[in-house]
């Protein structure tokens, strides 16, 4: 029972916090093409919604780099909806994946203008490893949805050959458009799937079994 007054506090302020982020994303998004995706434009943001300066700090530390962020999840939230009404299990698996990324590319879409400072602002070296982690984060989204269960190395393998498509599909969407993204996601799915197929014939295992039988030949010696 004495947590009970604590939860009720926090709960309220949890969710200001949520609803004053998505309204200040919001606002970005019509600031950012006039601004550019940084400081100047969450300020902007944040007058227009009577915020003060210590409010916006309080909300986003990191300044741009949270707001975008919190754009990336927007539009993976938005490629999740609009994959809820497909059914994967009835997609082959190149398909699904094509279908996953194209989804997250039109979410991003929906907001081109700012979507595009913002990803010149993630292509910035500084916000690099930013920009990796996002990718990473959506990938792992699509693969989800595609049904992926790996527990193995295959999981983070899968996620990083994916995060190595997202990016340049997704860049190239917002600045070259639909027809040459998605040209470029089939001809990667291709290329990713033949080198499956011919990886699946090999024994990759095959030197480092090698080495380990001749490493425990000069310790053990030879058998007769």
Not at 41 to 55: F, K, N, Q, T, V
Not at 92 to 117: H, N, P, Y
Request: glycine letters at 6%.
């Amino acid at each position: 029972m004495t947590d009970a007054p604590h939860l009720s506090n926090a709960e309220p302020e949890a969710d200001w916090v949520d609803q004053m982020e998505q309204a200040v994303l919001d606002a970005a998004v019509r600031h950012a093409p006039r601004t550019g995706w940084n400081g100047r434009m969450i300020r902007a943001a944040c007058e227009e919604l009577g915020l003060s300066a210590g409010d916006e700090e309080l909300l986003f530390p990191n300044g741009a780099r949270d707001l975008a962020a919190l754009l990336s999840r927007r539009h993976d939230d938005r490629a999740t909806a609009a994959l809820a009404d497909v059914d994967p299990a009835t997609l082959k698996i190149r398909e699904r994946i094509a279908r996953a990324v194209s989804a997250r590319m039109e979410a991003g879409a929906a907001d081109l203008e700012a979507t595009r400072r913002c990803a010149a602002f993630l292509a910035l070296p500084t916000n690099a490893e930013l920009g990796l982690q996002l990718a990473w984060e959506t990938a792992d989204l699509l693969w989800r949805w595609a049904g992926d269960t790996a527990t193995d190395w295959n999981h983070y393998s899968k996620r990083v050959i994916l995060s190595g498509i997202l990016i340049p599909a997704l860049t190239m969407r917002w600045f070259d458009g639909r027809e040459p993204a998605e040209a470029f996601v089939a001809r990667r799915i291709e290329n990713v799937m033949a080198f499956e197929k011919w990886k699946a014939g090999k024994d990759f295992d095959a030197p480092f079994r090698k080495m380990t039988d001749v490493l425990a030949r000069m310790r053990y010696g030879a058998r007769a």
